[in-house]
């Protein structure tokens, strides 16, 4: 049971600030969590904390590499809006 960091961070460094086990550390290209230390906030918080502050869309998945802010989901704008601007 464990968070993972994507690609698409961009090291702003919010979530390193807000982990409450102290499981993100810098790694190259992007952080990283640290899977020995994350329990996703499990009995601290509501929800995993790296997440709730995290401003990138798709850049922190669980164990299913499901997104935890899903495409869409900070900026409102619909998925296939964006999926459909990203291919012309």
Same mark, same amino acid.
């Given at each position: 049971?464990?968070? =993972?960091? !994507?690609?698409? &961070?961009? +090291?702003?460094? /919010? &979530? $390193?600030? $807000?982990? %409450? +086990?102290?499981?993100?550390? *810098?790694d190259d290209? $992007?952080?990283?969590? #640290?899977? =020995?230390?994350?329990?996703? &906030? !499990? @009995?601290?918080?509501? *929800?995993?904390?790296?997440?709730?502050?995290?401003?990138? *869309?798709? /850049?922190? $998945? #669980? *164990?299913?590499?499901?997104?935890? +802010? %899903?495409? @869409?989901?900070?900026? @409102?704008? %619909? %998925?296939? !809006?964006? =999926? /459909?601007? /990203?291919?012309?």
């Open positions: 049971m464990a968070l =993972r960091i !994507t690609e698409a &961070c961009v +090291n702003c460094w /919010a &979530c $390193v600030t $807000v982990c %409450p +086990n102290e499981a993100i550390a *810098e290209p $992007v952080f990283a969590i #640290d899977p =020995r230390k994350c329990t996703e &906030c !499990t @009995g601290e918080f509501a *929800e995993p904390q790296c997440a709730a502050i995290c401003p990138i *869309e798709c /850049a922190i $998945v #669980d *164990e299913l590499e499901v997104a935890l +802010n %899903p495409l @869409g989901s900070l900026t @409102g704008i %619909p %998925p296939e !809006t964006l =999926r /459909a601007h /990203a291919l012309s």
